[in-house]
């Protein structure tokens, strides 16, 4: 099985940093699925999930934009912010969702409304993510 | 004895006193340990944007367009970001960023505006009548990114707006746990900091280069202001480990000296004590 190497850094930690084989994102273009030696790569990620496979195993993370950047055998996620399904609390994020949904329907100021806009993409993409986590 | 009794009481006031700058050293140490990690951990992000960043201005111009957080402009009006701590007790700290700033000030050809964080500097600021632009206080010990958003884009809007044509950055810089070293940057517009090895090979930038940098630069921004904030924090709590030693120590040594008066002026007492029932014995035996 080949690999690279996958680091995520925030300007807060490094989330994650290990041999991964295949990567899918949201780059700004749509879903895009990385394999080892793709060709050097510079790209905007919306806010969405993050599938990182390595073999069999799965991992799901939610990332609220960034950047990625693919080099010769390594790729580098620069994250806003990201999460580990584990991590993220159902709660927050649905509270966070329904904030969102409310500012909307109260039919805010065109600012208001792209911010709640954003945070309702980013709240549904942690739930999305968290749900997809492994039942205990 | 009045005297004494005077003695005794110092001795208990300073006793108190060293308490509470032991503890308070104690405090800071744990919690120095924990700012210097997270100001460590952020850096694999601030090295890979630097990169980026420096990678990127080499692009050459297709359009002529220079963003405009890069371009530089005419000064009329410099903005100093001052940055401080909210509590006292961390030694010269604050006096140091308060003096380099002050001496900057000073130096500069166009007018200066501050934007301060941190109360000591909001103090500096009224004491010195200086205008500010914007004041924050009150950011957490371990503060996260989100928190430092906001006055990075009064910074960032006040910069597009034209408010002010060059910033710096003035912070204190995590030397060791016993040195901080006051420094300042350009902050905007931005200088792609050197790229250490031109890249050989070519990029594939998605959707354009253009657009990854403008997007990117704010993040730089926003980063360095994070960084410089992590780096104070740092600071002030090994300031303050440092000041509450020396603080302890000195207590200790007064406390000590103290003492010694007190056992002489216990010691003087008896001596006279002594001579009043001797003499006193000696005319009675007469």
Same mark, same amino acid.
Request: charged share 20%; glycine share 6%; no cysteine.
């Given at each position: 099985m080949t690999t690279f190497k996958l680091e995520i850094v925030t300007a807060e930690r490094m989330t994650f940093s290990g041999d991964v084989s295949e990567i899918v994102a949201w780059g700004t273009e749509g879903q895009m699925g990385i394999l080892p030696h793709h060709i050097p790569l510079m790209t905007m990620l919306r806010p969405g999930d993050l599938l990182i496979k390595k073999g069999e195993e799965e991992q799901y993370m939610a990332i609220s934009g960034g950047f990625l950047e693919v080099g010769l055998d390594k790729v580098v996620i620069l994250a806003d912010a990201c999460e580990r399904a584990e991590e993220i609390d159902i709660e927050r994020a649905e509270a966070a969702r329904r904030h969102a949904e409310k500012t909307l329907k109260s039919s805010p100021s065109r600012m208001a409304t792209a911010a709640a806009e954003t945070a309702l993409r980013r709240s549904l993409v942690r739930l999305k993510v968290a749900y997809k986590r492994p039942h205990r | 004895m009045a005297n004494s009794q005077i003695v005794r009481r110092r001795i208990h006031s300073i006793r108190n006193a060293a308490k509470i700058c032991k503890a308070t050293e104690m405090i800071a140490t744990a919690r120095m340990k924990r700012a210097q990690e997270q100001a460590t951990a952020g850096r694999p992000y601030a090295d890979k944007i630097r990169q980026v960043v420096s990678d990127l201005a080499l692009q050459p111009e297709d359009n002529g367009n220079v963003h405009p957080l890069l371009q530089k402009r005419d000064t009329t009006k410099t903005a100093i970001i001052h940055i401080t701590t909210d509590h006292g007790l961390c030694g010269g700290l604050n006096a140091n960023q308060n003096h380099l700033v002050a001496s900057s000030i000073l130096e500069q050809s166009a007018?200066?505006?501050?934007?301060?964080?941190? *109360? !000591?500097? !909001?103090?500096?600021?009224?004491?010195?009548?200086?205008? =500010?632009? @914007?004041?924050?206080?009150?950011?957490?010990?371990? %503060?996260?990114? /989100? #928190?430092?958003?906001?006055?990075? *884009? $009064?910074?960032?809007?006040?910069?597009?707006?034209?408010?002010?044509?060059? $910033?710096?950055? @003035?912070?204190?810089?995590? =030397?060791?746990?016993? !040195? /901080? =070293? %006051?420094?300042? #940057?350009?902050?905007? &517009? $931005? !200088?792609?900091? %050197?790229?250490? @090895? &031109?890249? @050989?090979? #070519?990029y594939l930038y998605e959707p354009s280069p253009d657009v990854v940098l403008a997007e990117l630069l704010p993040r730089f921004v926003e980063m360095q202001i994070y960084h410089a904030i992590l780096e104070l924090k740092a600071c002030e709590q090994s300031a303050r480990m440092v000041a509450m030693r020396d603080a302890s120590d000195n207590a200790h040594e007064l406390m000590q000296s103290l003492i010694m008066t007190l056992h002489r002026l216990r010691q003087e007492n008896i001596t006279r004590e002594i001579c009043d029932i001797s003499g006193g014995a000696e005319a009675l035996a007469r």
């Open positions: - | 007018p200066v505006i501050l934007i301060v964080i941190g *109360r !000591k500097g !909001k103090g500096f600021a009224r004491v010195t009548r200086r205008d =500010t632009y @914007a004041v924050f206080t009150g950011i957490s010990d371990s %503060p996260r990114l /989100q #928190e430092t958003l906001p006055i990075s *884009r $009064v910074i960032i809007n006040g910069y597009s707006k034209g408010d002010f044509d060059l $910033v710096y950055l @003035a912070y204190p810089r995590f =030397t060791s746990a016993i !040195k /901080q =070293t %006051p420094v300042m #940057e350009i902050l905007l &517009p $931005v !200088k792609p900091p %050197p790229s250490p @090895a &031109p890249q @050989a090979r #070519e």
